[in-house]
Each structure stands twice: as C-alpha cells, then as structure tokens.
C-alpha cells in the first residue's frame, strides 16, 4: 500500500526572494499521527499550503493516495481536510449552514446527520444558528474543525490548533483528535508546543528555517537523544572524582560536594538511569557516602531546543 502523503524535494521561494521550504523530504503513512514541531516562521503552514494547493511550490513532488497532487488536484484534494492556522470563514453564516456548505464545496451530497454527530462531538450543536461572528474565539476554532471534517476526510491538517486557546479547549481538541484517529483518519499537526507534540502524535518532525531536522517515533527520538543527568550529593566534598569513578561520565561541581552525572542517549539507547544505579553502587562500595539523588531525564522540549541551538550556530 502506498504512503498516504510522499513529500519530495519540496522548495518554496516566495516572490520576496525568501526560500520557506529546503527540499523536503516527508512521508506519512495511513493512519498515524504526526506532528510537524518547529518554531514561529519554520515554514509549517507553508508546507501544509503546499500540499493544500494554497502555496504553489518552486520546485518538488507531493504525492497523496499514491497519486500526483499536481496531476489529480480536484480530486485528491476532497479526500483532504485543513484546518487553517487563520480564522478564515463566513462570520455572518450560522453554524450549521457554514459547516454543511464546507461538504458541497467538495462535490459531496448532503449529509445532515453526519453534521449533527460533527457538530455534537464538537460541542457545537446548541450553536447551530448562531452565526459564526457571535461566537467567542474558541468557538469558532470549533467551527473551523467541523467544517474541516464535513467532507469526511482521510486525511486531515490541523495548523497550530490549539494556538491561543484554553487549556480545556485544548484538552478537548486532543480528545477529537484521538477519537479521528480511531475512526481511521490520518491526522497532520503543526504545533510550536512541545507538550502538544509529545502528548498526542505518533512521529514528530522538527522543522527550523524551511528544513526538517529530524523525524522519528516519539519514543525513539527521546531514547536516541535523551539525556540523564543526576546530581548526587556527596556527605564529604572530594577533591577530585576517585579512579573507581573513571568509567563514568561524571565530574564535580559545587565546593566538590556534587557528582554530575551526565548519560544515557547517543548509541547506548535509554541507559542513564541504570548506568546511575551502578554509579551508586560504586561509590557505596568505595565508601563514599552521599546524602540525596536528583536525577532528570531529558524531554522532547530538551532535545528541540538542542537541535534548534545546533541549528542556529
Ligand atoms: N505569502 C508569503 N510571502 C512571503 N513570505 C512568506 C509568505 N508566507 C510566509 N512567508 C515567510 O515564510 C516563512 C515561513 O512562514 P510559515 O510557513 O508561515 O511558517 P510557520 O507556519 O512555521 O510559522 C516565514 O519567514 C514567513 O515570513
Ligand atoms: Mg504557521
């Protein structure tokens, strides 16, 4: 089966002169969950324009089910949601009629209880006469999502959705989206939030500057670059780290009275917690005596700030 989106050498330079995107390269497969992370003006809604036939690409193929975007535009496209970054919509349409008409926009016939169970799971359906302007902003983000889901698409684009929103919005927001994923839906976010990305995809791609860094599993990310770092409390500072410490990456710091470990992550893979476990073996058989444990496992935000560091320098 075909990947259900093939990004390739994807280059965007906007008239100004400014390159968005630096020959991307991303594929993403039925089903999953993929946040697409980076900082404000990495190039995010450029490339979910590009592939939504808003932003016309420089150069570069995107192929979705398998088939030429460029080619089969029409047709490809009624099979693919987005939820703009921008709220751009009808203000003086009522709900119900809004979100309804974003289906025949698409070719598709009328599907009125469809739209209630959208607009129910969306907490929308009290709404449903009200016109779009008289709603409060996180409301209207609603909007947006349903009439993004009206078509039924397999495919969907969420940009930064939860921007600006509540946090019960936005917990809200990810309970949607899991439930799409249940349904079979294949989900793309764009998110500046770490904690987004973590909590809710499946593969993160890090995004600076119109180039993606790095993709992987969640999981995999964080135990390939995740670090430990524990710092022990000696009872009595020491002036320098003793020859049974040597194997370990530790050094002092403080007036000697703290051993800084720091470990785990590059090829050994999520080691540093054990590797800490017998470091205090070692120093309890030296019998050096400490008096407290501190120990940290890096984070996704931890390794996006990192990468984006190696990037700027
Ligand atoms: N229509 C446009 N014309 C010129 N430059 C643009 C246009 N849209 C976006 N850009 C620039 O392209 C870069 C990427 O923008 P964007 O894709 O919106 O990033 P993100 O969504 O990650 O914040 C930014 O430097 C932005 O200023
Ligand atoms: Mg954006």
């Known amino acids: 089966m075909p990947s259900i989106l093939e ?6 330079t906007y008239p100004g002169g400014l390159t968005a995107l630096k020959n991307v390269d991303l ?8 946040a697409l992370l980076g900082p404000n003006g990495a190039g995010k809604t450029t490339l979910i324009g590009a592939v939504c036939g808003l932003v016309r690409p420089t150069s570069g193929t995107i192929l979705a089910f398998g ?3 460029g080619s089969h535009w029409r047709r490809l496209r009624a099979r693919i949601g987005l939820v703009p970054q921008e709220l751009a919509t009808d203000m003086f349409e009522p709900v119900l009629r809004s979100v309804s008409q974003s289906r025949g926009l698409f070719g598709l016939p009328p599907a009125p209880a469809r739209i209630e169970e959208i607009l129910r ?8 006469d009200a016109q779009v302007r008289t709603l409060s902003g996180g409301m209207k983000r609603r909007v947006l999502i349903a009439k993004a889901l009206a078509h039924e698409p397999e495919l969907l684009f969420l ?3 939860t921007a600006g929103v509540d946090v019960e919005l936005r917990r809200d927001m990810w309970r949607q989206i899991a439930l799409l994923r249940e349904r079979g839906t ?41 670090r430990t770092e524990a710092l022990i409390t000696l009872a009595r500072p020491l002036g320098a780290v003793p020859e049974v410490l040597a194997a370990f990456p530790v050094s002092l710091t403080g007036q000697g009275d703290v051993l800084c470990y720091r470990g785990g992550g590059g090829e050994g893979g999520a080691a540093g917690t054990t590797e800490v476990a017998e470091l205090t073996k070692a120093l309890t058989r030296a019998g050096i005596d400490y008096t407290a444990i501190d120990i940290h496992e890096s984070s996704l935000e931890d390794i996006f700030v990192t990468l984006l560091e190696a990037d700027a320098a």
């Open 159 to 161: 940009d930064e959705p």
């Open 27 to 34: 594929t993403i497969e039925k089903g999953e969950i993929f």
């Open 121 to 128: 799971a969306l907490s929308l359906w009290d709404k449903r």
């Open 67 to 69: 088939e030429d975007m």
């Open 186 to 226: 294949t989900v793309i976010l764009t998110t500046h939030y770490i904690e987004e990305a973590e909590e809710m995809a499946d593969r993160v791609g890090i995004i600076n500057k119109g180039e993606i860094l790095m993709v992987d599993h969640k999981q995999a990310m964080m135990e390939r670059l995740g």
């Open 7 to 12: 990004i390739s050498g994807l280059t965007k």
